[in-house]
T-cell receptor, first 111, second 114 residues
Framework: SQQGEEDPQALSIQEGENATMNCSYKTSINNLQWYRQNSGRGLVHLIL?????REKHSGRLRVTLDTSKKSSSLLITASRAADTASYFC???????????FGTGTRLQVTL | DTAVSQTPKYLVTQMGNDKSIKCEQNLGHDTMYWYKQDSKKFLKIMFSYNNKELIINETVPNRFSPKSPDKAHLNLHINSLELGDSAVYFC?????????????FGEGSRLTVL
């Protein structure tokens, strides 16, 4: 079964608005990563947050991690049409380099 | 220049056939993976190799056989293809086994079984 469950499954916003996606997972982790997948393309790494970190920023991305609740969120500020993609969280539990992906959130940013 | 390259990008074949997908990475990474993404976009790990040695083998039918001739290549051979094998297969690599690094993905190989 999937390690991570993401919500919402789909999100539609207008350009300039913020987009927040949430990820919940089940077991302890070493780190949690977020990836973006444009339609018909491979996944691209966005940001990694370690289990001892609570918040991390990268450009317009802000990631939080709450290990007590086993949850993470990805915030994209001032969204652009080019942010339209599917976003996946992935957990690294340190087991044989295994990275387990969530169910993904499809983000649509309209002009 | 492509870091992780997969061939072919598209593959259409009949049930019962045997097919292979090839993957090469020029990043010098030690660990390579095969993931399967189904029609609902669920990504599931299939195999992982570290420096030519199999380290992860999820519950995948033995019709699927990975082969790693060297640490830069990880190929996937599928025997007796079934309709349910239709999916996008992604190859990925990572610098060091057990390291906390990111995965680098190829562009995917879309397999359609008719």
């Amino acid at each position: 079964s999937q390690q991570g469950e993401e919500d919402p499954q789909a999100l539609s916003i207008q350009e300039g608005e913020n987009a927040t996606m949430n990820c919940s997972y089940k077991t302890s982790i070493n780190n949690l990563q977020w990836y973006r997948q444009n339609s018909g393309r491979g996944l691209v790494h966005l940001i990694l947050i370690r289990s001892n970190e609570r918040e991390k920023h990268s450009g317009r991305l802000r990631v939080t991690l709450d290990t007590s609740k086993k949850s993470s969120s990805l915030l994209i500020t001032a969204s652009r049409a080019a942010d339209t993609a599917s976003y996946f969280c992935a957990t690294d539990s340190g087991t044989a380099s295994k990275l387990t992906f969530g169910t993904g959130t499809r983000l649509q940013v309209t002009l | 220049d492509t870091a992780v390259s997969q061939t072919p990008k598209y593959l259409v074949t009949q049930m019962g056939n045997d097919k292979s997908i090839k993957c090469e990475q020029n990043l010098g990474h030690d660990t390579m993976y095969w993931y399967k993404q189904d029609s609902k976009k669920f990504l599931k790990i299939m195999f992982s190799y570290n420096n030519k040695e199999l380290i992860i083998n999820e519950t995948v039918p033995n019709r699927f056989s990975p082969k790693s001739p060297d640490k830069a290549h990880l190929n996937l051979h599928i025997n007796s293809l079934e309709l349910g094998d239709s999916a996008v297969y992604f190859c990925a690599s990572r610098p060091i086994q057990g390291g906390a690094g990111e995965l680098f993905f190829g562009e995917g190989s879309r397999l359609t079984v008719l």
